[in-house]
């Protein structure tokens, strides 16, 4: 099993640029999120989504999209990106909102 | 406001015992969890207490105490594998979790 995977890996942008990091899991859970972790500081909630067809703001939205069309899929969109986005996102996962997290491996994203 | 602490960084001894310690302040409490990260990695579960007391597995235990806001991670009989970030993690009252900036453990031999 999969579990979840991120695409890319890393990255390089430019600012000003806009970027769609992907975020798919295999595990059928209903709840999905996105963070970025910087360093010194812990893992902030950027967008999450309880069950597909549903979204919600986190801690640090601004500057991002979501989308859920589906249960499996949770792409995370930066439309114009600046410096201070430059971050490891982690997507994760749980069975519902109350469960345990499961992280995939991260996307490095620079934004220059 | 939320806050979670923990100490920025321990260090400790091949085969020996350490105990980090994670104290939290949030709106509600419905369980708090320890996550263990790798430089580089994904954070991974480690444990979850949502009742008073201690919960054992293997060379890790984590403990809670809701009435002091309060958690440690012990970890035992420490392996060189056992470098790491710890994430000390509280789920609110809206089940969201509230993150800890996390713990870098270093073990020497």
């Known amino acids: 099993t999969a579990g979840i995977t991120q695409a890319p890996t890393s990255q390089i942008l430019a600012a000003g640029r806009s970027m769609t990091l992907r975020c798919t899991q295999d595990?059928?859970?209903?709840?999905m999120y996105w963070y970025r972790q910087d360093l010194g500081l812990g893992l902030r909630l950027i967008h999450y989504?309880?069950?597909?067809?549903?979204?919600g703001k986190g801690e640090v939205p601004d500057g991002y999209s979501v989308s859920r069309a589906n249960t499996d899929d949770f792409p995370l969109t930066l439309a114009s990106a600046v410096p201070s986005q430059t971050s490891v996102y982690f997507c994760a996962s749980s069975e519902d909102a109350r469960d345990t997290q499961y992280f995939g491996p991260g996307t490095r994203l620079t934004v220059l | 406001g939320q806050n979670i602490d923990q100490p920025t960084e321990m260090t400790a001894t091949e085969g020996a015992i350490v105990q980090i310690n994670c104290t939290y302040q949030?709106?509600?409490?419905?369980?708090l969890f320890w996550y263990q990260q790798h430089a580089g990695e994904a954070p991974t579960f480690l444990s979850y207490?949502?009742l008073d007391g201690l919960e054992e597995k293997g060379r890790f235990s984590s403990f809670l105490s809701r009435s002091k806001g309060y958690s440690y991670l012990l970890l035992k009989e420490l392996q060189m594998k056992d470098s790491a970030s710890y994430l000390c993690a509280v789920t609110d009252s809206n089940y969201q979790l509230i993150w800890g900036a996390g713990t870098k453990l270093i073990i020497k031999p």
């Open positions: 207490n949502v």
């Open positions: 949030t709106s509600g409490f419905n369980g």
């Open positions: 595990m059928r859970h209903n709840a």
């Open positions: 989504s309880n069950t597909a067809g549903t979204t």
